[in-house]
């Protein structure tokens, strides 16, 4: 994780598959896996080219539809240059207006430069705004700047406890 730590900052997506073939190559030599040269390849391009490898939340697309009618939307990621593929590979990218990516700026939630991009490409401010995370770090950082955080707590490990609303479901949210 070391390598991938000092290495945030990943422009596009030949990069992301670079790095992560040097991730998974300092991985196999650590555990003495003894994976060789083509199959450390096969495996950071099944995880950077491969658009299956991902899911989406449950009832997400309902979800963001409704919402999208009364709301603007954006992401804020820790997350690679492929995302984009991603996102279009599960059918949710026209839903959101902006997006910021940890990979171009070479910082990682709960860094406030993330949260202050968001804000200036929707031209909203931080009390208008509202941040959704399974990270209790990141919402501290959202809250640091004004941001109304809320914890989604679908993933047992997230479902930690909260001085901020907790939801379970991202349908909770058109309650």
């Keep these: 994780m070391e ?7 990943v422009k596009i997506i030949e990069e992301e598959y670079q790095q992560f073939a040097r991730f998974y190559s300092d991985i196999s030599q650590y555990l003495n896996l003894s994976l060789t040269n083509e199959e450390v390849h096969i495996i950071a391009y099944d995880r950077t080219y491969n658009m299956n490898n991902y899911i989406v939340y449950l009832d997400a697309k309902e979800v963001l539809e409704s919402l999208t009618k009364s709301y603007m939307m954006g992401i ?3 997350t690679w240059p492929s995302i984009e593929k991603q996102l279009r590979a599960i059918g949710v990218r026209d839903y959101f207006s902006i ?6 700026f070479g ?4 860094d406030e430069i993330l949260y202050k991009d968001a804000l200036s490409k929707c031209g909203c401010r931080a009390e208008e705004t509202v941040f959704i995370d399974d990270s209790i770090r990141n919402l501290e950082g959202a809250a640091k700047l004004g941001i109304t955080p809320i914890l989604i707590a679908a993933n047992p490990a997230s479902d930690v406890d909260s001085p901020y609303l907790k939801i379970h479901s991202l349908l909770e949210l058109l309650r």
Excluded: G
Aim: aromatic content about 16%; overall charge positive; hydrophobic content about 20%.
């Design 99 to 104: 997006s910021t990516y940890s990979c171009s």
């Design 107 to 110: 910082k990682f939630k709960p």
């Design 3 to 9: 390598y991938l730590e000092k290495n945030r900052l």
């Design 76 to 78: 804020i990621s820790d």
